[in-house]
């Protein structure tokens, strides 16, 4: 059985080629990156944000010969652990992580020659004053020594601005002989921290010059743009769900599986090609998802098919997306409600529909759209299902009966194949007669929001600026340990995640029977708790 | 004959090799990363805190003579000092957890052994030595000491002389573009063996602000290792 990578993390940087199954929309994509405009990839956990920003990556410096394109690749991942009541504090952390990356990348290709802190060069210190440091590393400093303290006051003078930032980046640009730095920023834009969107969009245009090209991946529920950024003038925004309409869409996705998989695997899938194609159809064009569910039904039979169905589709996918509302207190309702709401109402009724539909032979349906007038909780609501990858936001400004406008979204094939009790029955059949023109239509005041504005206008407390600290001082019962580990914690008078997470390994092993390895544990999941909840 | 003369003959051979590889953007490229290598052990070095300290400083030293030499054209030597470098590398993580041997081999009165530091029951790659500093890299132990031994021998063919290393005992001195390109490569590989055995020793017993010094360094070479995904927190999805 084959052995997946289901993340781009996991794969090595210059190996990433060998397992890009191209498509045309990947192609744009990808195009886009490696633009002089600057690009914004939007799209849901898994469907391979990470993976273009690392082909266009290698692709640029397979060329840098030739155009003198240099490509940063940064990831923002650990963003969330920044939290100040500063308002610089998170734009100079960005700055110095793209400073220091920078950096990095242009060492480790030969360009830039290493200053070592503490190690006497052969020729002593002559040499050293000789070297210098460049200006960007000089501000990566200034910008480092701003963030790593938050308690203290910082004059703000000395602190440089995103003006001597780009200044810096021309400077090296010449002394390098480089055209252009195109920054490829994944993980760019926190989904549940507004403030964090508003600055890094602000950021992301200020940046801009002749010889900077900033890119972002982000996800789709990330909207606060802030005063300055405007989508589609400031950059070219690319979509990158999979249609699941495209002719060649099985292929594809076929393709991006054959790319890792044995020769076994590849047998099964020739041999069962129809109940393939049904789990690719329910991965609504997200191959993690696919790898995953391939790897939980590695022979591809009707009766594993059926169990992963309901096994990812009908409870991992919905408490993945219920176990939201434990780490982001303060949208619990919003979550709550668009659960309920895809889950009680709208999937339901399009599976009453398509049973209609295929008995009579006529396109099926897995569409619904909601008038652009609906409440602004809701649209926030159906955002964060997106992300989640139960819905896939589709176009918007469409027409539905009477001329009204709205959006139109798309249910995720698997949580609606997993409602009919065997779902290699006629899941086929629903995939491949789906039209878009059918879609049940929510409008601008349909009774279902009811519940939400009022569950809203009573519970409305301002969220943003606190789950870090609420998240700290949770007690150590929400890690996950065993009842063991938590007693020893306890003795040791740590009695939250923040202490847990402050404790150095030496001292949770005065505990008694806790050596190297359990103290590990139990400090990596006071880690795991504190990032989990806070990048979702 | 001139002895003076001699030499100074030789080392503008030095000299006109050394302008050869700067010229060279492959090499040249190559060597500025190999030489970027010294500002990660800096890193390395200014996390650790222990007695094995000076010996890691050492090893650093045998690295920069190792470009040096390299950049010289002195391609035997700079393999061997490359393959020294390694091994002091390896020993002082070693003699971190074998205080009396750190101090016998300090006093003199005990040899430095390629064989025992990267013994398989005793030796940084060992079950033991992981089990006891960090057992969830224990999965990545063997393929890291073959990858260890390999480098060790690659390194020994140069320095003995072996077969396919013979035509640099030839007489004439010149820029040799392919053993360039052969010592780079090996040092990237010594790079990752030196990070990984750090890793495994250390990582555990680092405080959160050492953690972040060290991060880049370790996320570079073994960033695709869920394990350390982890310890740095890197897991996003």
Known sequence: ?536 | MDVAEYYRGLSNSRTEIMAKCIASSEAFAMHTTSHNFLKDYGLMLSVMSGPEKSVFDQACREYQYSLEAIIRGNYRHAFSSLRLSLELFIASVYFSAHLMKLKLWSAGTDDLHWATITDNDKGVFSHAFLGAFNAELGTYRTQYAKLASSVYRECSEYVHGNPITHEDSALNIEFDFDKTIAFHERADTVRLCIIFVFSVRYLSELDGIRLNIIEPVVMDALGTIAEVQGIFGATGK
């Open chain 1, 1 to 536: 059985m084959s052995d997946f990578f289901y993340r781009t993390e996991d794969i090595k940087p210059e190996e990433v080629g060998q397992y890009f199954a191209e498509t045309s929309q990947d192609r744009v994509a990808v195009n886009a990156l490696k633009s002089r405009n600057p690009a914004i990839i939007v799209g849901s956990r898994g469907v391979g944000k990470s993976f273009l920003l690392r082909i266009a990556q290698k692709e640029l410096m397979d060329s840098f010969d030739k155009d003198r394109i240099f490509p940063i690749y940064v990831s923002f991942v650990r963003s969330s652990l920044i939290q100040s009541d500063d308002e610089h504090q998170f734009r100079n952390w960005m700055l110095a992580r793209l400073c220091s990356v920078a950096i990095r990348s242009l060492e480790r290709a030969g360009l830039l020659g290493a200053v070592p802190a503490s190690i006497g060069l052969l020729a002593g210190s002559h040499v050293d004053a000789k070297i210098g440091k460049t200006k960007v590393e000089e501000i990566a400093s200034a910008y480092e020594e701003s963030y790593k303290r938050p308690t203290e006051e910082i004059d703000a003078s000395a602190v440089p601005s995103t003006e001597d930032f780009r200044d810096a980046f021309e400077d090296l640009s010449d002394r390098l002989n480089i055209e252009r730095f195109v920054f490829l920023i994944d993980e760019a834009a926190h989904i549940f921290l507004p403030e964090h969107q508003r600055q890094f969009f602000t950021l992301f245009r200020d940046l801009r010059s002749h010889c900077l090209t900033c890119n972002a991946a982000v996800y789709p529920g990330v909207t606060s743009f802030g005063e300055t950024f405007q989508p589609t003038h400031d950059a070219s925004l690319v979509h990158i769900d999979r249609d699941v309409l495209d002719p060649r869409y099985v292929e594809n996705m076929r393709e991006i599986v054959e790319k890792q998989a044995d020769s076994t695997t590849q047998k099964r899938i020739a041999q069962n090609g129809k109940n393939f194609a049904i789990l690719a159809y329910a991965c609504s064009g997200n191959p993690r998802i696919l790898l995953k569910t391939l790897a939980a039904a590695p022979s591809l039979s009707s009766t594993e098919i059926n169990e992963v169905m309901r096994d990812h589709y009908r409870t991992t996918i919905w408490s993945e997306h219920s176990a939201l509302a434990e780490k982001y207190y303060g949208h619990r309702n919003v979550i709550d409600w668009g659960r309920e709401f895809v889950e009680s109402t709208v999937i339901p009724e399009i599976k009453t529909k398509n049973d209609s539909y295929l008995a009579s032979d006529r396109n099926t349906s897995a569409y619904f759209w909601i008038h652009r007038d609906a409440p602004e909780v809701v649209k926030e609501s159906l955002r964060i299902l997106c992300y989640t990858g139960v819905l896939n936001e589709m176009e918007a400004g469409i027409r539905a009966t009477r001329s009204e406008i709205g959006k139109r979204y798309m249910v995720n094939l698997g949580c609606l194949f997993a409602v009919d009790a065997s779902p290699t029955t006629q899941s086929f059949e629903i995939a491949k007669s789906l039209t878009p023109k059918r879609m049940t239509e929510y409008g601008a005041n349909h009774p279902l929001y009811k519940n939400l504005l009022e569950l809203e206008a009573r519970n409305h407390s301002d969220d943003s600026g606190r789950h870090l600290e609420r998240q700290l001082a949770k007690p150590i019962q929400v890690l996950d340990l065993t009842v063991w580990q938590k007693e020893k914690l306890t003795e040791l008078e740590l009695t939250t995640v923040g202490d847990v997470l402050n404790a150095t390994e030496e001292q949770l092993k005065l505990a008694k029977y806790v050596g190297d390895v359990r103290a590990r544990r139990m400090r990596n999941a006071a880690v795991a708790a504190v990032l989990e909840y806070l990048s979702g």
